[in-house]
């Protein structure tokens, strides 16, 4: 059983950065696509960023193109997401997700693994 841990959330202004982080329990890391999600309060799940299993392919939600980028260290066993000019339409609970599929997957059906969120809040 795969343990994810996220952390890096918090409080901040309209076109602030944040980094989250999220550490996974079992190796090889390496054997799993991850994929970061969040949710907003009513709201369904929703993709935010994919990871493949060497890091070399990404893919983004067209809502953070340009503004966030999904990385890895597979020697530490930690997945990236980092989130620049942030706005309060971001404002949501972000969890990272990994999945044994072999390409990213969009949807949180995909993903075999959670971890708890994060919560990121951005004020106007």
């Known amino acids: 059983q795969v343990q994810l841990v996220e952390s890096g959330g918090g409080l901040v202004q309209a076109g602030g950065s944040l980094r989250l982080s999220c550490a996974a329990s079992e190796r090889p890391f390496s054997s799993y696509i991850m994929g970061w999600f969040r949710q907003a309060p009513g709201k369904e799940r929703a993709f935010v960023a994919g990871i493949s299993r060497s890091g070399a392919n990404t893919f983004y939600a067209d809502s953070v193109k340009g503004r966030f980028t999904i990385s890895r260290d597979n020697a530490k066993n930690t997945v990236y997401l980092q989130m620049n000019n942030l706005r309060p339409e971001d404002t949501a609970n972000y969890y990272c997700?990994?999945?044994?599929?072999?390409?990213?997957?969009?949807?949180?059906?995909?993903?075999?693994?959670w971890g708890q969120g994060t919560q990121v809040t951005v004020s106007s």
């Open positions: 997700a990994g999945s044994s599929y072999v390409t990213v997957r969009t949807t949180p059906e995909s993903y075999d693994y």
